[in-house]
């Protein structure tokens, strides 16, 4: 069955960096699209990125462009999320999910979420 | 890029009927047919209850069904049981080839 596992959370100061990643199995991985949603304490979804199962396209909410790097690597069935200059507002559970196969057309199946806290 | 607009919260009696409702524009819900809905339990992470505007994974109960007109899709849930108190959310692919999710909609049981 589809598994997808997320880990790299944790406390953070602002303007430092976190890198998470999501552990996926039960799936061909290089033929999916992956996504990252986060959710505030206590608010709602918000897509954050998006990358094609091939790597060749890459999309990101206007609020991390240029801060956030998403990333896979197909060999080790693994998506990352590089998060730089983090700020107090990017405090939320990060979920990793997945795609359809070789088609973006929403996210299918989900891990359970990292909590990323930043903070001083 | 602004969230889908839902309304705060729906509520019934179970067994009833329910409407939750997901306003765009035309650059998403209105444009293209990938609009899904998710239900999350506190707590938890989303589920996948509705894709491609109408469709219902497997596992999924019938009584949950989608829809659209123009730059609104729309969830209902028939026949309401006390299960189905959740946060749910619409989603929606866009002209830019980013997504974008719905503000939320609390479905009480009452």
């Known amino acids: 069955q589809v598994q997808l596992v997320e880990s790299g959370g944790g406390v953070v100061q602002p303007g430092r960096s976190l890198r998470l990643s999501c552990a996926a199995s039960?799936?061909?991985?290089?033929?999916?699209?992956m996504h990252w949603v986060r959710q505030a304490p206590g608010k709602g979804l918000e897509w954050v990125a998006l990358?094609?199962?091939?790597?060749?396209?890459?999309y990101y909410v206007d609020s991390v462009k240029g801060r956030f790097t998403i990333s896979r690597d197909n060999s080790k069935n693994t998506l990352y999320l590089e998060m730089n200059s983090l700020r107090p507002e990017d405090t939320a559970v990060y979920y990793c999910?997945?795609?359809?196969?070789?088609?973006?057309?929403?996210?299918?199946?989900w891990g359970q979420g990292t909590l990323v806290t930043v903070s001083s | 890029q602004s969230a889908l607009t839902q309304p705060a919260s729906v509520s019934g009696s179970p067994g009833q009927s329910i409407t939750i409702s997901c306003t765009g524009t035309?650059?998403?819900?209105?444009?293209?047919?990938?609009v899904s809905w998710y239900q999350q339990h506190t707590g938890k992470a989303p589920k996948l209850m509705i894709y491609?505007?109408?469709n219902r994974p497997s596992g999924v109960s019938n009584r949950f069904s989608g829809s659209k007109s123009g730059n609104t899709a729309s969830l209902t849930i028939s026949g309401l049981q006390a299960e189905d108190e959740a946060e749910y959310y619409c989603?929606?692919?866009?002209?830019?080839?980013?997504?974008?999710f719905g503000t939320g909609t609390k479905v009480i049981v009452l």
């Open positions: 999910a997945r795609d359809w196969e070789m088609s973006t057309r929403g996210l299918q199946h």
């Open positions: 039960g799936f061909t991985f290089s033929n999916h699209g």
């Open positions: 990358i094609w199962y091939d790597g060749s396209n890459k």
């Open positions: 035309s650059s998403d819900v209105g444009g293209y047919k990938y």
């Open positions: 491609d505007v109408s």
């Open positions: 989603s929606s692919y866009t002209s830019s080839g980013r997504y974008v």
